[in-house]
């Protein structure tokens, strides 16, 4: 590789995405750039903030607890690398945030501090990262471009004769502009320490005006542009005072002509960045006011400056506040800080300013901030919370409390590069299953009548968190009643939500969850990080009752037995290994439970419409044969069913499928509809074929010790067909295969 043509190449690549973006701008260049698009450089901070949601799109869901809305940019897919970072869940903050922001656009400005609050670990900053990022990629597409100016004077060989930078030259001619000038023609450049938008230049009363023209709704912008709301930042506001005095110095040099003053103007593109604290900007917990002013003049630099400006006394402003502006701040953990360090916030979110010493600081900036619980409840109890509340949205992050969600935490930043070992299947299903246990309160039943009142009474936390999940009613349910109770599911998810003590403000935190599960990956032993080590360290977890609080609590009618959540996990990963594990030792195949229960749905569909059925041997029409469908019904329908009652609900949930499902055309899938029955039935076979894993696992453990010569061929065939099918099917390695088979056996085989 020859490096002068590498560099060549790439300099010619950066040259022509300098000039296509645009990136250096005269001011007349600029205005017709607005007034080519109005409505992309008229928005306020907090437009540009729904346009980012708006750029990446949303998507409807359905969930067993109600239809969500989640908005794209969570995701991150415009960064893959980062989409370990993606946000899990969350959609109700996201809807929250959304009418937040569009609140903020049609008042025409920024009024309240956005507080996400919520229990530590809970997502609070992955949020608002998210947002940012967003943000970010968004500023480098054509319709996020950002714009701020400085202001340029050349050089006295550039123009020769009069003062530095404002004579006429010397051919009788004037640049229209000084913006494209190379460095070297240049004697100093100063940028607006605020990002001022470059509309600001024009007078208010003439920028008003042209403001109001060109943003009108329009044929061409289409009828559904109509809702575009002028700011108060471009309708009221004016430069900073930095730009000001360099502005009045110029139009007094130039005797009040305006547009000589502008050729000194240069617009430039900038793009957020929060490495760069440029528009977005993270503010920790500090003592200090968070902008502050620097004097300009008492730099090396001044000797560059025009003579028309040494006399001035340029304070540039500084800090946090001045790095956001046109962007976002978050303040991280803000009640950490003492009231009187964030004080100025009530002035600030209300009149978008902020007085220091010398001038006020004009901001177009949207301010986020966080908070946990209890910083919380100990601010609404001091006497200034009166003057904050009118000026704070509050929007609730809870723990997350459907498990598949919560695996995806996991399974994002739990990864065999991030270990350094094979992750088996099921590792983050048990963590992730324990964590959501812990956060689920004890359901209130006097908040429903009727049946349902007693169905919700009688949720174990398992039964609760499987309806959040999947909308799985307990086996022990009636199909009227499993109904009835899906049917409540939303309503029971959000039974708390107007309550202090809401359910997920306590619990595990995906944090201390992800520590246990890197813990677990640490051990030596472990050859891969599979789910009984992740159970140990889980049990390890719920010892330190002293450092999680969550740990502390009383346990009521099963709820918070966190000890005991760890075998519920157990058990349920147990039901798991041994469905796989027989389904790869081919005891009983998916496809014969659905042909035994398409016979059986067959039989009762035509007893319901008393309908006769041809027997295939005779040609003859027959009643449906009961004595199969009871059969059949002794296995599958609950103890105390009335028979007429369950097979008339089986085919009417069958009807309601279909209806729900109109674009269906293929064969029905019952085990979608009739996940329970489903249930009941492989395990009615299993139990048929216990004895015969039994002796499987006689020689599974003849395998896998150093016995393996005494097996016959055709067992050793047997047991090397079930590990590849484990592989295969499941994902599992050999060893975490070994281990989940032996762990199956010694907890549910050893006599």
């Excluded at 004697?187 to 007078?203: E, F, W």
């Excluded at 902020?354 to 301010?367: I, P, S, T, Y």
């Excluded at 995806?408 to 959501?436: C, M, N, R």
């Amino acid at each position: 590789m020859d490096a002068r043509r590498w560099l060549s190449t790439i300099g010619s690549e950066v040259k022509g995405s300098f000039v296509e973006n645009r990136s250096i701008l005269s001011y007349e260049e600029y205005l017709q750039a607005f007034l080519d698009a109005p409505r992309l450089h008229a928005r306020t901070s907090a437009q540009y903030l729904r346009d980012v949601l708006d750029h990446y799109g949303s998507v409807e869901r359905d969930t067993p607890v109600g239809k969500v809305r989640r908005w794209s940019a969570f995701d991150l897919a415009f960064e893959p690398e980062a989409r370990a970072h993606r946000v899990a869940g969350h959609e109700d903050v996201q809807a929250a945030l959304y009418r937040a922001v569009s609140t903020f656009v049609r008042s025409g400005r920024v009024n309240k501090v956005v507080l996400l609050h919520g229990p530590n670990g809970s997502a609070k900053s992955s949020i608002v990262s998210a947002l940012v990022r967003g943000m970010e990629a968004y500023s480098k597409t054509r319709e996020g471009a950002l714009y701020r100016y400085h202001w340029v004077f050349p050089s006295e060989r550039t123009l020769r004769g009069g003062g530095l930078g404002f004579g006429p030259r010397t051919d009788g001619t004037d640049l229209p502009s000084y913006a494209h000038l190379d460095g070297e023609a240049l004697d100093a450049r100063l940028s607006c320490p605020m990002k001022d938008h470059p509309l600001l230049l024009i007078p208010r009363v003439e920028r008003r005006r042209i403001l109001e023209e060109a943003c009108r709704p329009s044929a061409r912008e289409g009828a559904g542009d109509g809702d575009f709301i002028l700011g108060d930042y471009l309708l009221e506001g004016e430069p900073c005072n930095f730009c000001r005095q360099i502005q009045d110095a110029l139009m007094g040099a130039y005797r009040g002509e305006w547009l000589k003053a502008l050729r000194h103007v240069e617009v430039e593109r900038f793009y957020v960045s929060s490495r760069y604290q440029q528009a977005a900007v993270t503010v920790e917990p500090q003592l200090s006011v968070d902008a502050g002013y620097r004097q300009v003049t008492a730099d090396r630099t001044a000797a560059a400056l025009p003579p028309a400006l040494h006399a001035l006394s340029l304070f540039e402003p500084h800090g946090p506040l001045v790095g956001a502006n046109r962007g976002v701040i978050e303040y991280s953990d803000l009640l950490k800080r003492p009231l009187e360090a964030f004080k100025y916030l009530l002035g600030t979110s209300e009149t978008a300013r902020v007085a220091l010493d010398h001038f006020v600081l004009q901001l177009d900036v949207v301010l986020l901030a966080s908070a946990n619980e209890k910083q919380l409840a100990a601010f609404k109890e001091i006497p200034d919370f009166a003057s904050f509340k009118g000026r704070i949205e509050l929007i609730r992050v809870p723990y997350l409390r459907r498990r598949s969600v919560e695996r995806e935490i996991y399974d994002q930043q739990i990864t065999t590069a991030s270990v350094g070992k094979h992750i088996a299947p099921h590792a983050t299903d048990v963590a992730a299953l324990w964590a959501v246990l812990t956060r689920l309160k004890r359901p209130l039943p006097d908040r429903y009548e009727g049946e349902l009142r007693g169905l919700v009474e009688e949720l174990a936390p398992l039964e609760k968190l499987k309806l959040y999940d999947t909308g799985e009613a307990p086996d022990r349910l009636t199909l009227q009643h499993g109904k009835a109770l899906r049917k409540g599911a939303e309503d029971l998810y959000h039974e708390s939500d107007v309550y202090p003590s809401y359910e997920g403000r306590i619990g595990a935190s995906a944090r201390e969850v992800k520590t246990a599960l890197f813990n677990a990956a640490q051990l030596p032993t472990a050859r891969c990080l599979t789910p009984h080590v992740v159970l140990e360290e889980l049990q390890a977890l719920c010892r330190d009752k002293t450092v999680h609080e969550f740990l502390q609590q009383e346990v009521v009618d099963g709820y918070h037995d966190h000890e005991a959540f760890v075998r519920v996990a157990e058990a349920e990963y147990l039901d798991v290994i041994e469905e796989e594990i027989r389904d790869s030792m081919g005891m009983v195949s998916e496809s014969q439970y659905r042909e035994l229960f398409t016979r059986y749905v067959t039989l009762v569909s035509h007893w319901v419409k008393g309908e006769k059925v041809r027997n295939k041997v005779t040609g003859e029409y027959e009643p449906p044969a009961e004595d199969r469908m009871v059969e059949f019904e002794k296995i599958v329908m609950p103890s105390g069913d009335d028979r007429a009652s369950f097979r008339r609900g089986l085919i009417a949930s069958i009807g309601a499928y279909r209806l729900d499902h109109p674009d269906v055309t293929q064969e029905i899938d019952y085990v979608a509809i009739f996940p329970d029955l489903f249930r009941h039935l492989r395990d009615h076979y299993f139990e048929e074929r216990k004895r015969q894993l039994r002796r499987s696992r006689e020689n599974v453990l003849r395998y896998l010790s150093d016995e393996r010569a005494s097996l016959d061929d055709k067992a050793r065939r047997q047991v090397e067909e079930t590990l590849r099918v484990m592989r295969d099917r499941y994902g599992y390695c050999e060893s975490c295969a070994q281990d989940a088979i032996l762990f199956l056996l010694r907890r549910r085989y050893d006599d």
